[in-house]
Every structure is written in C-alpha cells, then in structure tokens.
C-alpha cells in the first residue's frame, strides 16, 4: 500500500475505535479527505486549501512591466525571454508562473553578467581594448629575435606575454 492509503486507513480505523462502532458513509469520506488535505501539503499535489493565489501565477502586462524597470534585469529584454520561456513551457508540457519566470530571467542574467561602467550605465559585453602599438617594436623584432618575420604580423596578433616582453625590453 501507498503512504497515503495507509494513513488514510489508520485515520479510519482510529475514528471507528475512538467512536466506538463503524464509520458512517459520511464520516469515511471526511476522515479520508482530512488525510488526503494533510498528505498532500507534503506531498507533491496541494489540496484545495492550499492553492496558491491566482495572482502569484499570472504574467499580466503591469507586471512585465515592473521587471522591465527593474535595474537587476537592465539590458534583457524581457518580452523576448518571456516568449523563450513559454516556447520551453510548451514543448515540456509545463506553465511558466511567476517564479519559473523570475528563475528563467535569473539565469539569463548568469549567463549574460551585466558590467557596470563608469558612467553608472550597464553592458553586457566588456568593449574590446583597444591596445595601441609601441613605436618601434617591428625594428626590435627584427634586431633582437630569432624569426623577424613576426615583425610582419600585427600587433595583437602577437601572444599577450610576447606583447608584455617586447614593451619591456623598448625604451621608454
């Protein structure tokens, strides 16, 4: 037997003793539902008294709204991952509540970390530095090292640690 059919017939069979005689119809299903209702706050279906409010599940225009102002999600577009999110729901046979959407958009977060720059304003990709030659590290190259030809390359074609020696070995 299940946990709850068990339990459901402990509950019973307490009653009937407590009562001193058999269950009526009535008092059978009472009993039963009282476990079930108990059961179930454990279990993984809520019973009726325990539903969640229909507000909590509804994704309704104002409170997209509100998440789009929201400076934790600044940079995400939210009607974009909202329509992500519901693709996913629909193809694993799931709604997107509230919280499975507030988790969605915590992730898209992680995976898009937000920067902050100097100006208080946020990005998503660090801008590319743009590192400016030394003056005079072809000659170098071409003096100092046993393949020249690197002299022909681009600077930031040249490995990071060759680019930090070549600047420490030239003039300042």
């Not at 459901?8 to 069979?13: K, L």
């Not at 969640?52 to 940079?75: C, F, H, K, Q």
Request: contains cysteine.
């Amino acid at each position: 037997m299940t946990a709850f059919a068990e339990k459901a017939y402990d509950a019973c069979a307490a009653k009937a003793k407590l009562l001193g005689r058999r269950l009526g119809r009535s008092e059978w299903l009472e009993t039963v539902q009282a476990v079930f209702d108990a059961h179930s706050v454990h279990g993984r279906r809520p019973g009726p008294a325990h539903r969640r409010p229909a507000s909590a599940t509804i994704i309704d225009e104002e409170w997209i709204g509100e998440l789009e102002v929201n400076p934790v999600y600044a940079g995400i577009d939210i009607k974009r991952e909202l329509g992500k999110a519901q693709a996913w729901a629909g193809v694993n046979n799931v709604g997107v509540t509230r919280r499975r959407f507030i988790n969605w958009l915590n992730r898209a977060v992680e995976q898009r970390p937000i920067l902050l720059n100097g100006q208080g304003k946020t990005s998503f990709a660090p801008k590319p530095v743009q590192e400016q030659e030394p003056h005079g590290w072809r000659e170098w190259v071409r003096e100092n090292c046993v393949n020249g030809d690197w002299a022909d390359s681009p600077w930031l074609a040249l490995d990071a640690s060759a680019r930090q020696h070549i600047r420490s070995q030239l003039p300042k």
